[in-house]
């Protein structure tokens, strides 16, 4: 077993990607091409790896294929830092069941966030959780992200859940600057709680306002980006901090060309790092969408080089 050289203050205080899942030929797990994005993210500076999130469609992924995915991922990191797994599902029953999974492969937490399709209030979001850490012995990120959950995990609720140890912190998607400021006030109350900025275009303020650490997708491509922005305000360069933010919305319009997570995978293939293959029912973009992010992620180098 790999030596581990990481705390949760250390890893959840830098730049931890939601890591895509790359598939082969036939839709499954490609665990070579998990190995080279993962010593891409964690040489470029990342402290986690995040997988079977949105960027790595975990709920979209059969059990065995996650299973793969977080074995892949477990030995590529090899001690050096923690691997988190989604288990994202409209209902406790098949979250408990993804997440027991995910134990048995090795992953290191998981990341829960508030049930789905049917209407929940906060008293089921907290029976949720609190079920998935009963049932499983790891510690749990939670994940507020409303565009796919269509429900709010509110401070409230949060709060509530933050007072159990394993409850490690929160990342936020919502992109909502006053109601991470909200989740950040939890820590005045227990300052180990962390709180990460998954939303692209608030990162550089979310660090500003007391923020811990970063879930960014685009790290997939250009992880670097990130830790410089992280240590930029750690510096209090705020001239630097704008800069790199600038750089981040602009690396960011690659989203754009196509359904975002497509061009996403596009975007890693271009530097080298899987097929650009979805899972179905999406669809890999076409040559002219390809050409299109392309296009971003060289004008990203571009800038690095200047």
Same mark, same amino acid.
């Given at each position: 077993?790999? +030596? ?8 959840? *205080? ?30 470029? &500076? ?7 999130? &949105? ?33 994202? %599902? ?63 995990? *509110? ?24 109601? %991470? ?11 180990? %709680? +962390? ?30 980006? %990130? ?24 690396? &960011? ?41 392309? +296009? ?11």
């Amino acid at each position: 077993m790999a +030596r581990v050289s990481w705390s949760w203050t250390s890893a959840l *205080s830098g730049v931890v990607p939601p890591c895509i899942t790359p598939l082969d030929d036939v839709g499954d797990p490609d665990p070579a091409a998990t190995h080279k994005l993962s010593e891409h993210a964690l040489s470029g &500076g990342c402290t986690g790896l995040f997988v079977l999130g &949105g960027c790595g469609e975990g709920p979209w992924l059969t059990i065995h294929q996650r299973t793969q995915v977080v074995k892949a991922a477990r030995e590529a990191a090899a001690g050096r830092a923690p691997v988190l797994a989604g288990c994202m %599902f409209p209902a406790t029953g098949p979250t408990i069941e993804a997440a027991r999974a995910a134990a048995d492969a090795g992953a290191d937490a998981l990341v829960i966030g508030s049930p789905y399709y049917f209407a929940v209030d906060g008293a089921a979001q907290r029976r949720h959780v609190e079920a998935v850490l009963h049932a499983v012995d790891l510690p749990v990120l939670l994940y507020n992200i409303p565009p796919s959950t269509h429900h709010i995990l *509110s401070q409230d609720v949060v709060s509530a859940l933050a007072t159990e140890p394993r409850v490690l912190g929160i990342k936020d998607s919502a992109g909502d600057i006053k109601a %991470f400021d909200a989740f950040i006030r939890i820590k005045h109350a227990r300052p180990d %709680f +962390r709180v990460l900025q998954g939303h692209e275009g608030a990162m550089g303020a979310s660090l500003l306002m007391g923020g811990d650490g970063l879930v960014p997708g685009l790290a997939n491509v250009a992880p670097a980006l %990130f830790v410089e922005l992280i240590q930029a305000v750690r510096q209090t360069e705020l001239d630097r901090v704008k800069a790199l933010q600038e750089q981040i919305d602009q690396l &960011g319009q690659l989203h754009a060309e196509d359904h975002w997570l497509p061009c996403l995978k596009a975007a890693c293939a271009h530097i080298g790092i899987g097929n650009g293959r979805p899972s179905l029912p999406l669809q890999p973009l076409t040559a002219e969408a390809c050409a299109r992010v392309a +296009r971003w992620v060289d004008a990203y180098g571009t800038l690095q080089d200047a």
